[in-house]
């Protein structure tokens, strides 16, 4: 395969992801006032975001597994008609058990993500595995971006048409399906297969036991706990930022959600651009050092801010953290990991990512509510800081291919 055709391929992974993201995105600021207009409560709400975490947990190794075996394009092209369905029901959600529903759904599918990731460790090679990775964050970070901006806009859009109640969130989920249904219409006809050799063992193992495998192997299982920690660190500041902007700042949802925006920048920014230009020179080692340390640092700062301008250096240097060093974890675990298995083995990974979002929301909540509103950014940079200590116990056992190949070494 030629790197031109790579490339292309590349660009081809990273448009799909980046659309199922923008979608992803678009029902964020649906989901709380949908609920709320179905009379639902705050905790309910809450687990109406957790359950799509949860099901990305429990299916991402299985939807990575099951990619091992009958490859990568059509687990991702079946999980986006999926996905388009789960929207179509979500559209026509009246009542809450019908939104949790959608919402399984969506998550079940959207497990498939692994799959993108083992595909981006199938078509690059070691040394620019690390680089690969990146893309897809970068690929996350501007569907964040863009989705709930366009979410929100949809939803005015749909309440000028009709302004009968549910019609405006109905119209932009009718509107997410259409983009699902569109970037399967764009992978049926430009998305190649990846995988070169299946395997046949893959489909043998049970979720959880190939779970317990891949933690329970050196460096690799201390890599995936340093991607649960950074987790469940970054979805603690996520739950309780806007609480603790408004208090102290008196800043609105308006307000943080151009700050969410301005994380998300720096992160595409970090991982389309800067990562790629620091891994040949530094390799994945100092890379993933120097990004722990500035996300441990970027969340710590959050709780001693006094000010406006403190704060944007803590969101400048927790983003660069965070898109240094997911790009750095997830290439070398690809990298140790066997070429057979890479589906398993980025499904393991991205159900310990889920595993933090879920637990971390409650955690950063209880913190804030119960002990104090600075508690939960102190103890999410403490459990940056515990991933950095990980990483710099195996600091020798981490792959150097973005550097050593690219010097020739």
Same mark, same amino acid.
């Given at each position: 395969?030629?790197? $031109?055709?790579?490339?292309?391929?590349?660009?081809?992974?990273?448009?799909?992801?980046?659309?199922?993201?923008?979608?992803?995105?678009?029902?964020?600021?649906?989901?709380?006032?949908?609920?709320?207009?179905?009379?639902?409560?705050?905790?309910?709400?809450?687990?109406?975001?957790?359950?799509?975490?949860?099901?990305?947990?429990?299916?991402?190794?299985?939807?990575?597994?099951?990619?091992?075996?009958?490859?990568?394009?059509?687990?991702?092209?079946?999980?986006?008609?999926?996905?388009?369905?789960?929207?179509?029901?979500?559209?026509?959600?009246?009542?809450?058990?019908?939104?949790?529903?959608?919402?399984?759904? @969506?998550?079940?599918?959207?497990?498939?993500?692994?799959?993108?990731?083992?595909? *981006?460790?199938?078509?690059?090679?070691? #040394?620019?595995?690390?680089?690969?990775? @990146?893309?897809?964050?970068?690929?996350?970070?501007?569907?964040?971006?863009?989705?709930?901006?366009?979410?929100?806009?949809? +939803?005015?859009?749909?309440? @000028?048409?009709?302004?009968?109640?549910?019609?405006?969130?109905?119209?932009?989920?009718?509107?997410?399906?259409?983009?699902?249904?569109?970037?399967?219409?764009?992978?049926?006809?430009?998305?190649?297969?990846?995988?070169?050799?299946?395997?046949?063992?893959?489909?043998?193992?049970?979720?959880?036991?190939?779970?317990? #495998?891949?933690?329970?192997?050196?460096?690799?299982?201390?890599?995936?706990?340093?991607?649960?920690? $950074?987790?469940?660190?970054?979805?603690?500041?996520? +739950?309780?930022?806007?609480?603790?902007?408004?208090?102290?700042?008196?800043?609105?949802?308006?307000?943080?959600?151009?700050?969410?925006?301005?994380?998300? *920048?720096?992160?595409?920014?970090?991982?389309?651009?800067?990562?790629?230009?620091?891994?040949?020179?530094?390799?994945?080692?100092?890379?993933?050092?120097?990004?722990?340390?500035?996300?441990?640092?970027?969340?710590?700062?959050?709780?001693?801010?006094?000010?406006?301008?403190?704060?944007?250096?803590?969101?400048?240097?927790?983003?660069?953290?965070?898109?240094?060093?997911?790009? &750095? *974890?997830?290439? &070398?675990?690809?990298?140790?990991?066997?070429?057979?298995?890479?589906?398993?083995?980025?499904?393991? $990974?991205? &159900?310990?990512?889920?595993?933090?979002?879920?637990?971390?929301?409650?955690?950063?909540?209880?913190?804030?509510?119960?002990?104090?509103?600075?508690?939960?950014?102190?103890?999410?940079?403490?459990?940056?800081?515990?991933?950095? +200590?990980?990483?710099?116990?195996?600091?020798?056992?981490?792959?150097? #291919?973005?550097?050593?190949?690219?010097?020739?070494?």
């Amino acid at each position: 395969m030629t790197s $031109t055709s790579n490339k292309s391929r590349l660009a081809i992974i990273f448009f799909t992801v980046f659309l199922y993201l923008v979608g992803f995105g678009v029902v964020i600021p649906i989901i709380p006032l949908l609920s709320r207009n179905f009379g639902a409560t705050a905790l309910q709400t809450g687990l109406l975001l957790s359950v799509y975490s949860l099901m990305q947990f429990l299916f991402s190794p299985f939807w990575g597994r099951l990619s091992d075996r009958v490859g990568r394009r059509p687990i991702l092209l079946f999980c986006l008609v999926g996905e388009a369905i789960s929207y179509i029901i979500f559209a026509q959600a009246r009542t809450l058990e019908w939104l949790f529903i959608a919402r399984i759904l @969506a998550g079940f599918f959207g497990a498939s993500l692994s799959t993108a990731s083992a595909y *981006i460790s199938d078509i690059t090679p070691k #040394h620019e595995r690390s680089k690969g990775m @990146a893309l897809i964050g970068a690929a996350f970070g501007l569907g964040f971006v863009f989705g709930p901006a366009l979410g929100g806009g949809l +939803a005015v859009w749909g309440h @000028a048409i009709n302004a009968e109640p549910h019609f405006d969130t109905s119209f932009a989920a009718y509107w997410v399906a259409g983009l699902c249904l569109a970037n399967f219409l764009f992978g049926l006809k430009f998305l190649t297969e990846s995988l070169t050799e299946k395997s046949e063992s893959a489909e043998k193992k049970k979720r959880f036991s190939v779970m317990w #495998h891949y933690l329970n192997v050196k460096t690799v299982g201390t890599l995936m706990s340093v991607f649960l920690l $950074t987790s469940l660190a970054m979805s603690s500041m996520e +739950a309780t930022l806007i609480l603790f902007m408004g208090e102290k700042f008196g800043w609105d949802i308006k307000q943080v959600s151009f700050g969410f925006a301005y994380i998300g *920048i720096i992160i595409v920014f970090t991982q389309g651009f800067l990562v790629r230009r620091l891994l040949p020179k530094w390799g994945e080692r100092k890379v993933l050092r120097l990004g722990l340390a500035l996300f441990a640092a970027g969340l710590t700062c959050i709780a001693v801010s006094v000010n406006i301008p403190m704060m944007a250096l803590a969101m400048t240097l927790l983003s660069l953290g965070n898109g240094l060093s997911n790009p &750095s *974890i997830l290439g &070398s675990i690809s990298l140790l990991s066997d070429s057979k298995e890479q589906g398993a083995a980025m499904g393991v $990974t991205q &159900s310990m990512a889920s595993l933090g979002r879920i637990i971390g929301p409650a955690i950063g909540g209880a913190l804030y509510g119960y002990v104090a509103m600075t508690a939960p950014f102190w103890v999410s940079g403490l459990l940056a800081a515990a991933g950095l +200590a990980l990483v710099i116990n195996i600091y020798n056992h981490i792959p150097e #291919h973005g550097r050593a190949e690219q010097n020739g070494v």
